[in-house]
């Protein structure tokens, strides 16, 4: 392969396989000059680099080949060498890598450089993950299907210019035009580590140069650049016309470039002309009729020109010359022609003339509706097969050129330079100057093409090939022509001498317009016309390849000018046989297929083909730089202290306890705080499952001062050795909602429903993004009494992008405005001041609040308990109760620093309001709600922002059982399926549309089209219609209406209003029904322009929209509270206030400057979110947060810093940090406020690994006070220079003997206090602190601390932990074959004492879902059961997107409130008919079918037993492949039938032969 003149290597990947499965991927670009490692997560298949050098970052290929292997080449498993990387996304439990292996250069030396690669051969690279995820058989099916897909010799990039835009682009590689990027989504992952550069842009069609020259002239270049357009992928029969983005099947931007190659240093003369072919655009279809040989044409009967316009004005934006900043000489009137050269029959009958007639209609109607002042739309008809067969080849390629001319030549082309160097850039005249960061000098542009010839045929495949070449070759002549490349035959022949010589009257500009066939190919030179011919028949196959499936059809005609036209004739009659014949093959079986992997490979309609997908997977936190506080003792000596049990590196391990049945307990700090979701067990024990633990208790928490249990008890089935088993896990509930759900569920209860619509308990857990420590408490069973065994134990969360945040970049600037709306949204959070602020600038405010003082941290919790509708049902006058001024803001939250007060002050609005909702109902409808009723009242609940325990205590209050209001249990049963199944049509649809919303808007201005009626038009409780003019009237009622629009109902046209329409959806549902057989256009034409009204509406579409609006405020609910969890957690890091002022980015540069003079070569190893402090750390009102100690330098208020409360003398800190380290030194960055004589601390230093105060050793003590008299600078108030930026802050390192390897540093800072010891008084002292006059001092606590202003206190800017990270060799020591190794080996090996044997049943049925066994009375008791795991999927989609979807952090609800199955088992009381519950197990998440086996707590004697799944099961579904849509109210796979069995235990011996056979 060429080398790219410019780039000094080839870009090189190789994909590192080693032997515990883990892969790597080293990528060295071509644009770089280092090597980066990019680590893929074994379990959830993230991508991981975190740009650190030495770590990730290496200076070459083999040496962090060898950094990986540690310079062992037998931990490689595989190895895969590849030219570049294509894209990567994870699916459920794979990750799929797709890689270049083979290229060729299609243009290798663009002007002003830059090399073309098409791609020859590619490779995807399946990685299992260890996530265990449950995926259906039809998502497996269709991720092996995207595999399939073909990339090779129809996909090309360019590494370091943009040519997603026609040449030359003005814009830098890493801003491609969206509407040709084909891999958008497959490079998600690495835009998210910052790697953008490492996957490149991949485009879709054909591109190749040809070198071509006449008799002894210069040589040029053409080369033909074919961009396919993603914005309506698809096949021919799929993909024809106008889709809802706006754009047409099978559309193609064509650029043909010719330039002179020149030596070294001399200017590049180049020219360029684009074109454009497609699909007739406007909505049409063709149907495959098995009874005719030609497909039927039909044009959509409904808005057929219904985004025309729109099509258009991208062109138009596109290709008008002003957009390039060429002034208007040569644009004289401003418009832009867009010239469509429509190929098609029209003769009567023909059945294309119906698209002929549409075509002329359409921009009829465009030009009616002025939507398009700047454009001016053409269309010339030109039937080219009739005219072929009438007149001839030739005739017809004359006729063309004679249509061709005039547009072509008002178009023109563009043309100019490229200069090496910048020098004369601003030498300005006309020319439009285009330059950007990819090259090194510029392209000076003389002319520019305003405007474009657009060609289609039907297909826009062989006529459109074939014309569009015609028209080009003529262009072609007159680029080469203004090249001063001369292709006249005649001239040629018989000069020799220098160019100047053509510049003669004979050579007119354009001049082969004019001429006839014979003529043309008579004096014209025909190798270059024959070198094009040649490209756009390779163009014409590629195309009609991605389109159909096969090659190009008619394309002899293309090769008219050469030799052997003649022959290339017969045979290719032959040939069009074949590929007809073909194409109807794809057609009838492929199309659908190839379809899918299109829509799959963009990334588009994946809740469709890939269901239970997650977007974003969760991260293991545990991992990598995540350790064990406490070490665990283990049988094996030789063991570590348990720190391998974290470590994927030793996934196989099987871990012993000292003790027999000791209760464990895992002590786990996180790598990176996050919210935690998931706890991934891998099971390990010997013969013996029952040796692992058979319950787990979760406890999470910030630090270890605040730990909160989040789950308990939490039961571990039995089940084989290396199963990797998910136990889901959602935030602390608060103690108040856990008391009150507890003793509700101690009262007596009857079965209560499944909720098949909704979680209508939906305990919610609060969500913490700063969760550090877990602490996990494992309990073995009760029957066991030998040692516990234990595996693998991963912590999935997520993660706030804290890299993106601090640097203000992609995600993480979208996220400050975000958090920042969350902040404005609660007018009285704003005045809050809880930083220090500067001297004299102290804000009264903070005083006069007097709420926050305390804490100066997370007053404003319950942010999200604002109502999110604006309209609030005071607006109705329903209610009387007045809301509180504070803008029902409740906090609910439990946050030990909260003050009640405001809690007192606000709560119970909420409450009230819907207790006035309920009472207002039933008086209207009677104390006996019905299913509609209930429904709206939970919307009204939703509303009001009250959470499900809420509404249950608001209406405890009154007396009412909350289970008489639960719609689940309300609605008919036999309703159910049919009513889920089109709330689930509704919520894809609704998808579908937002998806084709936000395609649609690439390459256009953003529209705005928001109007009255939403997507699900719910009305409020007592709304009904009241307009006279309305004519649809539904409910009749005496209250006004709030909107007295009035619609027209595109059905029955009666004039309705507002509350009588219904929602957008039911007109999304009512076109989606209205498609027949194969007439998918309807399906694809989503107008969402009309309304629709009650009447004309099905009920069960109106069900289904309150079902979906009722689900989508569930999801905007849990939406909002990840909002304020990411302010909550923001604010505890940065402070409240510098998210308040947060503009723009910082000074990354400056801080990055300073950060490494400070570090002076070495690295900062405590930063957050690395590092963090172990314990609670108290600090004084006003005070900058803790945490902000670690954060990066230049985060946080200038003025801010933290400080102890005052009378505080001492604060310990211990300081986790990032990974084991050589600890050499700590750095104090002093505050602002600098320090005196009595508040300069002694610094005491510790080290240690664990967190045994025992353990840690002294590394040093210091007293600042001595540093005081050698740097005066430290002292007194920080002088307010303008700048600040770029200079070395005051600060003082603490530099240790020798550096420490260690986890942990334990500083303590200690001051001695006033009165509690004879401390003199010192001058400066008396001066800094108990002086107030302003002219003496800066009275820095004098705004903050009220009374005890006057005593000193600890203060500091930011604490920098330095040295060097070591790096982690977690590899196990070859085991030891001792003979302790051998007795455990013995051990493990030793089969269990009681094997488990199926108990027969005598029969099994489903009632409603329970499982109901019976046991013959003759059968052994049962001790447990085994269950199998279920085969459903948890769908990512749930409900149709709203509008306020959380888009930027796009966490997943499923993760957050992971939907949670128990199975609960029942047996008959005694001898009464009453059935009781016996036992229940939380079900844990498994492949598909592992069996688990779950103990009873004591053996079963009831001959009958019951089993019942509750829980969640909304939240599940079948995978669409076993019939997801049969619309069943309880998913299938989990049905409880064919999938229990009952067994006991039994010694094999006893069993004799029989034991074999009823094992289970
Ligand atoms: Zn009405
Ligand atoms: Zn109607």
């Not at 996530?131 to 092996?144: D, L, M, R, Y």
């Not at 003529?519 to 196959?541: H, M, N, Y």
């Not at 209860?749 to 969500?767: I, N, V």
């Not at 104390?927 to 939703?942: A, C």
Request: aromatic share 8%.
């Amino acid at each position: 392969m060429e080398s790219p003149a410019g780039g000094l290597r080839n870009t090189s990947v190789v994909v590192l396989t080693i032997d515990t499965s883990e892969v790597y991927i080293i990528v060295s670009l071509s644009s770089r000059t280092d090597t980066q490692v990019i680590y893929i997560d074994p379990t959830t298949g993230s991508l991981h680099h975190d740009q650190k050098l030495g770590h990730d970052v290496f200076d070459s290929q083999e040496e962090a080949l060898n950094h990986i292997t540690n310079g062992s080449k037998f931990v490689i498993k595989n190895t895969i060498r590849a030219k570049a990387i294509l894209g990567y996304t994870v699916l459920g439990s794979f990750g799929l890598l797709l890689l270049a292996t083979k290229l060729t250069a299609s243009i290798p030396y663009l002007p002003g450089g830059g090399c073309v690669y098409t791609i020859i051969e590619s490779k995807w690279i399946k990685i299992s993950l260890q996530n265990p995820q449950p995926q259906g058989k039809g998502e497996v099916k269709n991720i092996q299907e995207l595999t399939e897909l073909e990339i090779d010799g129809k996909h090309y990039f360019c590494e370091s210019r943009d040519i997603t835009r026609p040449f030359p682009s003005r814009v830098s590689v890493k801003a491609p035009d969206d509407e040709f990027v084909w891999n958008g989504w497959l490079s998600v992952g690495f835009k998210r580590i910052g790697l953008d550069q490492h996957c490149v842009i991949l485009l879709q069609g054909f591109v190749e140069y040809r070198t071509f020259g006449s008799l002894g002239q210069q040589d040029g270049i053409v080369a033909l650049i074919a961009r396919r357009s993603r914005l309506h992928p698809g096949t021919r029969y799929l993909a024809r016309g106008l889709n809802s983005c706006y754009s047409t099947g099978n559309e193609i931007e064509c650029e043909q470039l010719v330039w002179v190659p020149k030596r070294d240093g001399q200017s590049v003369p180049f020219n360029t002309y684009i074109w454009r072919r497609g699909t007739i655009p406007i909505w049409w279809g063709a149907e495959l009729k098995m009874t005719s040989a030609e497909a039927v044409i039909y044009v959509s009967d409904r808005d057929p020109y219904k985004g025309s316009g729109k099509y258009y004005q991208r062109l138009t934006k596109r290709y008008d010359a002003r957009n390039m900043g060429i002034n208007g000489n040569q644009n004289k009137n401003n418009f832009v022609p867009i010239v469509c050269v429509n190929l098609l029959r029209n003769g009567e009958g023909k059945s294309e003339s119906i698209l002929v007639q549409h075509f002329e209609e359409s921009l009829n109607h465009i030009r009616s509706t002025g939507q398009l002042p700047n454009t001016r739309l053409h269309l010339i008809n030109y039937d080219w097969h009739t005219s072929i067969r009438f007149k001839g080849e030739q005739q017809t390629i004359e006729g063309l050129w004679y249509h061709l001319k005039s547009p072509t030549i008002s178009i023109g082309i563009s043309e100019g330079h490229y200069l090496h160097s910048r020098h004369n850039i601003n030498e300005s005249n006309d020319d439009v100057v285009v330059y950007n960061d990819d090259i090194i000098g510029f392209f000076r542009l003389h002319v520019h093409q305003n405007g474009v010839i657009r060609y289609n045929c039907a297909d826009s495949l062989d006529r459109t090939n074939a014309a569009s070449y015609f028209g080009g070759l003529q262009v072609f002549t007159e680029q080469c022509r203004r090249l001063g490349i001369f292709l006249d035959a005649d001239v040629a022949l018989k000069q020799t001498g220098s160019p100047a010589r053509t510049r003669s009257g004979t050579d007119r500009a354009w001049k082969r317009f004019d001429m006839t066939f014979e003529e043309f190919k008579r004096s014209t030179i025909l190798s270059p016309v024959c070198q094009l011919a040649d490209l756009f028949l390779i163009a014409g196959d590629i195309h009609a390849t991605i389109y159909t499936g096969s090659k190009a059809m008619h394309s002899h005609i293309l090769s008219i000018f050469s030799e052997e036209a003649a022959k290339v004739k017969q045979f290719s009659v032959a040939q069009n046989v074949r590929i007809t014949l073909q194409r109807r093959y794809n057609n009838a079986v492929l199309d659908s297929y190839r379809q899918k992997q299109l829509e799959m490979f963009l990334g588009i309609r994946l809740f469709k083909h890939l269901p239970s997908v997650s977007i974003q997977p969760l991260h293991v936190l545990s991992r990598r730089s995540g350790c064990l506080l406490k070490p665990i003792a283990s049988i094996d000596a030789s063991s570590d202290d348990g720190d391998s049990l974290l470590s994927f590196k030793q996934k196989d391990l099987i871990w012993i306890s000292q003790q027999a049945a000791d209760i464990i307990q895992l002590f786990i700090y996180l790598g990176e705080p996050c919210h935690v979701c998931q706890l991934l067990l891998t099971i390990s024990h010997g013969a013996d499952d029952s040796t692992y633990p058979s319950t787990v208790d979760v406890r999470t928490g910030r630090d270890l001062d605040e730990l909160r249990l989040v789950l308990e008890g939490a039961c571990i089935a039995r089940c084989a050795n290396g199963t990797n088993m998910v136990i889901p896990i959602s935030g602390p509930v608060s103690d108040d909602d856990m008391a009150f759900t507890k003793n509700k569920a101690s009262k007596p209860s009857q079965k209560t429903k499944l909720p098949f619509l909704y979680d209508f308990e939906g305990r919610e857990g609060e969500l913490d993004f700063l969760t550090r420590v877990v602490v996990l408490t494992f309990y073995p069973s009760e029957s066991t009494t030998s040692p516990v065994t234990i595996g693998e134990v991963e912590i999935l969360g997520i993660t706030l992008p804290w890299r993106e945040i601090f640097a203000s970049e992609g995600p993480g600037s979208r996220l400050w405005e975000r958090v920042n709306n969350v902040k404005d949204s609660h007018p009285y959070v704003v005045s809050l001041t809880n930083d220090v602020l500067p001297p004299g600038k102290s804000d009264t405010t903070t005083t006069t609040t007097g709420m926050d003082l305390l804490s100066g941290d997370d007053i404003i919790s319950g942010t999200a308990s604002q109502p999110m509708t604006e309209i609030s049902l005071i607006d109705h006058g329903y209610i009387e109760d007045k809301i509180s001024q504070t803008n029902a803001i409740q906090t609910k939250d439990k946050d030990k620093d909260s003050k009640v007060e405001v809690e007192a002050a606000v709560a119970g609005t909420g409450a009230q309001q819907y207790i006035s909702c309920f009472r207002m109902l039933t008086a209207s409808h009677g104390s006996k709600l019905g299913f509609i009723d209930s429904m709206k009242l939970e919307i009204e609940r939703l509303r009001l922002n009250l959470s499900a325990t809420e509404r249950d205590k608001a209406l405890s209050s009154i007396g009412v059982d909350p289970s008489t209001i639960n719609p689940n249990a309300l609605i008919e049963e036999s309703y159910i399926p049919s009513l889920c199944k089109a709330a689930n049509a509704l919520a894809v649809l609704g998808q579908a549309s937002r998806e084709d919303k936000i395609t649609s808007a690439i390459g256009l201005d953003p529209i705005d089209d928001e109007i009255d009626i939403d997507f699900w038009n719910i009305n409020r409780i007592g709304e009904s219609c009241c307009s006279e003019s309305c004519q649809v009237h539904i409910g009749t009622s005496t209250l006004t209406s709030s909107s007295q629009s009035i619609y027209i109902c595109s059905a029955c046209q009666r004039k309705v209003c507002k509350v009588c329409c219904a929602g957008k959806g039911a007109v999304l549902v009512l076109q989606n029904q209205n498609r027949v057989g194969g007439t998918n256009v309807n399906e694809r034409c989503l107008t969402m322009d009309g309304v629709i009204c009650k009447l004309c509406c099905h009920d069960s579409v109106l069900d289904a929209l309150i079902l979906d609006y009722l689900r989508v405020l569930i999801s905007e609910r849990r939406g909002s509270h990840a909002e304020t969890a990411t302010y909550k957690a923001l604010a505890h890091v940065v402070g409240r206030n510098y998210i308040a002022g947060k503009k723009e980015s910082s000074d990354k540069n400056g801080a990055g400057k300073i950060l490494e003079q400070l570090l002076d070569g070495e690295e900062s190893l405590a930063e957050f979110p690395f590092g963090s402090f172990l314990h609670s750390i108290e600090s004084a009102s006003g005070s900058a947060p803790p945490l902000s100690l670690l954060a990066p330098l230049n985060t946080g208020l200038r003025q801010s810093y933290w400080r102890g409360p005052p009378t505080i003398s001492s604060t310990e800190f211990i300081i986790v940090i990032g990974s084991l380290s050589d600890v050499s030194g700590v750095i104090l960055l002093v505050s602002p406020c600098g320090y005196s004589m009595s508040d300069s601390p002694i610094v005491q230093i510790w080290a240690s690994s664990k967190i045994h105060k025992e353990e840690r050793s002294c590394v040093g003590k210091w007293d600042v006070k001595s540093h005081l008299t050698s740097s005066p600078e430290l002292c007194g108030p920080e002088e307010s220079n303008k700048d600040g930026q770029g200079q070395t802050p005051r600060h003082i390192k603490f530099d240790f003997r020798n550096p420490v390897r260690c986890r942990m540093i334990w500083i303590k800072l200690s001051i001695q206090k006033v009165g509690s010891n004879s401390v003199s008084f010192e001058n400066d002292f008396n001066l800094l602190s108990f002086d107030e006059s302003p002219a003496s001092g800066p009275g820095r606590r004098a705004s903050i601390a009220g009374t005890s202003e006057s005593l000193p206190s600890l203060h500091a800017k930011r604490i920098l932990v330095v040295g060097f990270p070591v790096k982690a060799d977690v590899r196990r020591s070859s085991s030891q074959r001792s003979e302790h190794a051998n007795s455990i080996k013995n051990w493990l090996e030793k089969p269990p004492m009681l094997n488990r044997y199926k108990v027969p049943v005598e029969s099994e049925k489903l009632i409603e879902n329970d499982l109901v066994l019976d046991i013959s009375p003759s059968s052994p008791t049962a001790a447990g059961f085994r269950l199998d795991g279920f085969n459903a999927i948890k769908p990512r989609l749930t409900h149709s997107p709203s509008k306020s979807e959380s888009l930027v952090t796009g966490f997943e609800h499923r993760f957050i409130s992971p939907p949670v199955l128990n199975i609960q088992v029942l047996t008959l009381k005694g001898l009464s008919e009453e059935m009781m519950v016996i036992a229940e197990y939380r079900i844990p998440e498994v492949k598909i079918g592992t069996a688990l086996y779950f103990d009873f707590p004591k053996v079963m004697s009831s001959r009958r037993v019951w089993f019942r799944l509750v829980g969640d099961v909304a939240g599940f579904a079948d995978d669409p492949e076993d019939g997801g849509d049969a619309g069943r109210a309880l998913a299938v796979g989990l049905s409880l039938l064919n999938r229990i069995k009952l067994y006991y235990y039994a010694h094999p011996a006893d069993l004799g032969r029989w034991a074999s056979l009823s094992g289970i």
